[in-house]
């Protein structure tokens, strides 16, 4: 038997085929779990360990007053606390859920769209920027992504045949993806029209289709509805002091870095690359005719509809959408390109496509592995154990560094342009006049940008006491004499 036949009968095995996309996915968990056993975070990490220290009713009525659901705050407690209340516990809870995620693509994606579009997901899936990002991150957005595609796959399976339990499981994973974020409540929701679509055009047991939908839409409304009081407050309000002066194109960037860069270190290169990538997968779709074409073309349309609903609030009314909102549909851009891909007869223009996502892949990890193990936050920590005294208290200048306070909340901290009705942080307040240091009985110290640097201290006599640099900032830190 010839080597091609051999290796062709080898692929073909079922159980070999298992075994292939597993060691795919081991191959990428060992990579990513470097990234979850480290301490750093940036601001957003820092405000979700800040939240779940709080109760479970606590974590709602902050949630309400910000911007986001709260049932991710819910999951990362618990793993916070399972883990000894530590930060890596956190970071943990993303790898679990990304964990799921490969499993969908490994199990039952692989059983409905065939091994070899499942392997191309799964290696897709550890190279794309985005998930590079979001993989351990202490944020919602890796949940976000297993949830969400579950509710598509589901919503796939449904279009083409009832069963109770994929209705039931479409619902479970429904619910959870609205009380994850806004935005994927958003993509749920259009999955839901595109489901009612097909089951109308489709009209087979149209009946009894339509029954269950309906009840599963209201049930999944309902439980969704204590929370839609929260979240047309959270859009009606119009941010006080904050700038909305962005155009429309600063979110498209925005988005694109997001999907197809280093959000830390962003290239337009890594871009343009993935573009391609897209690009091309799209043009096989089309001259081959695939089957799958009506589902990219679904995909695309959510993607679009979402993202401009989120940038048109934020242009007309305040700030509310950044690209990573959006990262929940990432997956179904991966299947645009593994669709296009599967229709490819050149194996070797397949070969480059991989080597071109490979590429940038290489670099984003690099990137991501220099964050999680910069030394900065190492050097901050040892100033601040030798330095600060428990009657001392910390001036955060800028509302994006306070979240320094967690790493040492024993000293009382004042933070500006921070609403105290959504401040997560412990034995934090607001800053709004200097009389508020009056009860200080230690000393005074101001941490902030080297380039934002707040002018109201300028007046009082201070000393640059130390600096340190954590991931693409320059962090100062004064002590503040004579402001009484």
């Not at 573009?275 to 799958?292: G, T, W």
């Not at 997956?331 to 891909?341: E, N, R, T």
Request: include cysteine; proline fraction near 3%.
């Amino acid at each position: 038997m010839k080597l091609n036949e051999k290796i062709k009968s080898f692929l073909e095995d079922e159980k070999k085929q298992s075994i292939i996309l597993y060691v795919c996915i081991a191959a990428i968990m060992l990579l990513w779990i470097p990234l979850a056993l480290t301490k750093n975070l940036a601001y957003d990490q820092g405000y979700t360990v800040a939240m779940v220290c709080h109760s479970f009713g606590d974590i709602i009525r902050l949630c309400s007053n910000d911007v986001h659901s709260p049932l991710y705050y819910f999951i990362a407690k618990i793993f916070y606390h399972v883990f000894f209340n530590h930060i890596f516990g956190i970071k943990i809870c993303s790898l679990f859920f990304m964990g799921i995620y490969f499993w969908l693509l490994a199990g039952p994606f692989k059983k409905e769209f065939g091994f070899r579009m499942s392997l191309t997901m799964i290696i897709l899936s550890g190279l794309l920027p985005t998930f590079l990002t979001h993989n351990t991150e202490p944020r919602m957005y890796a949940m976000a992504v297993t949830s969400f595609s579950a509710v598509c796959f589901l919503g796939y399976r449904l279009s083409k045949e009832f069963k109770v339990s994929l209705a039931v499981w479409f619902f479970i994973t429904s619910v959870f993806s609205t009380y994850i974020h806004t935005y994927t409540m958003l993509c749920t929701v259009f999955v839901y029209i595109f489901l009612a679509v097909a089951i109308i055009v489709k009209k087979e047991d149209l009946k009894k289709k339509i029954t269950w939908f309906l009840i599963n839409a209201a049930v999944v409304s309902l439980c969704y509805l204590p929370w839609l009081f929260s979240l047309v407050s959270q859009f009606g309000k119009k941010a006080e002091g904050v700038n909305t002066e962005y155009d429309s194109m600063y979110f498209v960037k925005d988005i694109l870095y997001e999907f197809f860069s280093s959000i830390t270190y962003p290239k337009n290169w890594q871009v343009w690359l993935w573009l391609a990538i897209v690009f091309i997968s799209l043009v096989f779709l089309v001259v081959y005719k695939s089957r799958y074409i009506k589902y990219v073309s679904l995909t695309f349309i959510m993607f679009f509809a979402v993202s401009f609903i989120g940038i048109f609030l934020s242009v007309k009314n305040s700030p509310c959408f950044l690209g990573r909102y959006v990262s929940c549909i990432a997956p179904l851009i991966l299947f645009a390109i593994a669709a296009g891909l599967n229709e490819m007869k050149m194996k070797l223009l397949y070969a480059v496509i991989f080597l071109l996502a490979f590429v940038p892949g290489v670099f984003v990890y690099r990137d991501r592995v220099r964050y999680e193990y910069e030394k900065g936050i190492d050097d901050y920590l040892a100033y601040a154990e030798s330095s600060f005294a428990p009657d001392d208290a910390i001036v955060y200048a800028d509302l994006h560094n306070n979240y320094l306070s967690v790493y040492y909340d024993e000293n009382y901290s004042f933070i500006y342009g921070f609403e105290d009705d959504f401040n997560p942080f412990d034995n934090d307040e607001t800053f709004t006049d200097k009389e508020q240091l009056e009860r200080v009985a230690g000393n005074v110290y101001l941490i902030c940008f080297d380039n934002k640097n707040p002018g109201w201290f300028l007046s009082c006599d201070y000393d640059k006491v130390y600096g340190f640099h954590f991931l693409y900032y320059d962090f100062s830190i004064y002590r503040i004499y004579n402001f009484r």
